[in-house]
T-cell receptor
Framework: AQSVTQLGSHVSVSEGALVLLRCNYSSSVPPYLFWYVQYPNQGLQLLLKYTSAATLVKGINGFEAEFKKSETSFHLTKPSAHMSDAAEYFCAVSVAQFSGGYNKLIFGAGTRLAVHP | NAGVTQTPKFQVLKTGQSMTLQCAQDMNHEYMSWYRQDPGMGLRLIHYSVGAGITDQGEVPNGYNVSRSTTEDFPLRLLSAAPSQTSVYFC?????????????FGPGTRLTVL
């Protein structure tokens, strides 16, 4: 069964430091992978997605993620953290359903990123 | 485009009460879904719809009911609220249901059941 594991429920970095949020997936078929961000009291917003076109995916706000099949990983990085990056980040894998041709998202538990001055 | 809208933003219910969480989208998306978000568990799929008149169960459907009479609207009904249904509920929509399609989320409804 497909699943997503996010290592570290809380990550704290200094402003200007590298951000690295870890995501490992389990999938029996080539996956579609997503990173979403949730700012306080808001819904989820797509940061980036992997659709097999390129292993290094660039997203919004300077974030990027690299798909590594051998490591079953899709870690999210940003070279220099800003205070505005403080939020919760979710990794998700798209899973096909047998009825209706619908792909549901399986989410990881989330990683809360804190950025301090 | 308003995108995906949800009402109400907050709701407090007593055990046994019923209510409907509203969700609407103005992007002409065929696919819509409901998730609940609980601390440390990410989001879990409750019900989804692949078009008007077609719905199906997700991972955690018990205690919830849905219908889809129009493309735009996808309400979620709690027939008899229980404290275990205290959660944040998100509605999402996508143009297609295929693997690479992006799901767009509403702002959420925070529900407390006493």
């Amino acid at each position: 069964a497909q699943s997503v594991t996010q290592l570290g429920s809380h990550v704290s970095v200094s402003e200007g430091a590298l951000v690295l949020l870890r995501c490992n997936y389990s999938s029996s078929v080539p996956p579609y992978l997503f990173w979403y961000v949730q700012y306080p009291n808001q819904g989820l917003q797509l940061l980036l997605k992997y659709t097999s076109a390129a292993t290094l995916v660039k997203g919004i706000n300077g974030f990027e993620a690299e798909f590594k099949k051998s490591e079953t990983s899709f870690h999210l990085t940003k070279p220099s953290a800003h205070m505005s990056d403080a939020a919760e980040y979710f990794c998700a894998v798209s899973v096909a359903q047998f009825s209706g041709g619908y792909n549901k998202l399986i989410f990881g538990a989330g990683t809360r990123l804190a950025v301090h001055p | 485009n308003a995108g995906v809208t949800q009402t109400p933003k907050f709701q407090v219910l007593k055990t046994g009460q019923s209510m409907t969480l509203q969700c609407a989208q103005d992007m002409n998306h065929e696919y819509m879904s409901w998730y609940r978000q609980d601390p440390g568990m990410g989001l879990r799929l409750i019900h989804y719809s692949v078009g008007a008149g077609i719905t199906d169960q997700g991972e955690v459907p018990n205690g919830y009911n849905v219908s889809r009479s129009t493309t735009e609207d996808f309400p979620l009904r709690l027939l008899s609220a229980a404290p275990s249904q205290t959660s944040v509920y998100f509605c999402a929509s996508s143009r297609g249901g295929q693997g690479a399609d992006t799901q767009y989320f509403g702002p959420g409804t925070r529900l407390t059941v006493l």
